[in-house]
């Protein structure tokens, strides 16, 4: 299966943009008339396939993290080699649901993709940080989402 999903982190852009075709969907189409804005996009169809078949939880409308995660796994091309990797795709999902909300679509998020963005916090906490500025990027991350408070931010920022 060639590479769909659009997200590599910054260090890997410039070297890849033009060869790697995880790079290649990197943004958010233009927007074209012919192609409705809430039509599945490639990395919605990769999240809906990787997943079919799954059972949602009984008593959450989840699926279950084990099973998420080895299907996710099963493709390698699609998965994030760095922290930066994991923020430029939670990136990318927040853009796709801003830019469907602008435009009155009262659509939710697919199960599918909320499997996917819990995949990749999971992915920041497992995989190692290339550099300073890739810690206190995941520290400004979870700051923003209000994970972590603001002072808790410095604190941190001190220790590493």
């Known amino acids: 299966m060639t ?17 790697d075709p995880y790079r290649s969907l990197f943004s958010l189409p233009p927007i074209d008339p012919a192609t409705p804005l809430l039509a599945l996009t490639p990395a919605e169809k990769f999240c809906k396939a990787a997943l079919k078949g799954l059972r949602k ?6 699926y279950k993290i084990d099973q998420v995660d080895e299907r996710f796994h099963a493709h390698p091309q699609q998965l994030p080699q ?8 939670i990136e990318y999902w927040d853009h796709l649901n801003r830019l469907r909300s602008s435009l009155g679509a009262a659509v939710a998020e697919s199960l599918p993709v909320q499997a996917r963005r819990h995949f990749l916090r999971r ?9 300073g500025a890739e810690i206190a990027a995941v520290i400004r991350y979870l700051v923003e989402k209000g994970l972590l408070d603001p002072e ?5 920022l001190n220790l590493v």
């Open 82 to 89: 760095s922290l930066d990797d994991c923020l430029a795709e």
């Open 3 to 19: 590479n769909v999903l659009p997200f590599r982190g910054k260090q890997h852009a410039a070297a890849e943009a033009d060869t």
């Open 152 to 156: 808790a931010e410095g604190i941190v």
């Open 123 to 131: 992915c920041l906490s497992v995989i190692q940080p290339v550099n």
């Open 57 to 62: 939880d009984k008593y959450w409308n989840q």
